[in-house]
Nanobody
Framework: QVQLLQSGGGLVQAGDSLRLSCAVSGGTFSRYAMAWFRQAPGKEREFVAA?????????YADSIVKGRFSVSRDNDKSAAYLQMNSLEPEDTALYYC????????????????WGQGTQVTVSS
């Protein structure tokens, strides 16, 4: 059984940085594309960033990220990361990591496995 365990997040001020982590167990991590989504209260879950199995290809929701976020992975540690810089109050949401075999996708329904979510709150 593949499990995703998230860590990081918290309450920060506008302009601060955070790094979210997602540790994967129970599967061959290097077979999975990894993605980050977020969901604000009353809104649908939206794509933020993704990285392919090797780390050689990434994709971002440019309208959200605006060059501030960076997705990465360490296959030796079976972990994926989302580095978030210059955080804004609009980034406040529950952030999820997700995994799927084969290529990157941006739709939540394309992902088989999900982390438990971690809250990011950015105060102005």
């Amino acid at each position: 059984q593949v499990q995703l365990l998230q860590s990081g997040g918290g309450l920060v001020q506008a302009g601060d940085s955070l790094r979210l982590s997602c540790a994967v167990s129970g599967g061959t991590f290097s077979r999975y594309a990894m993605a980050w989504f977020r969901q604000a209260p009353g809104k649908e879950r939206e794509f933020v960033a993704a990285i392919n199995w090797s780390g050689g290809s990434t994709e971002y929701a440019d309208s959200i990220v605006k060059g501030r976020f960076s997705v990465s992975r360490d296959n030796d540690k079976s972990a994926a990361y989302l580095q978030m810089n210059s955080l804004e109050p609009e980034d406040t949401a529950l952030y999820y990591c997700a995994a799927r075999k084969a290529p990157i996708r941006t739709l939540p329904g394309s992902y088989e496995y999900w982390g438990q979510g971690t809250q990011v709150t950015v105060s102005s």
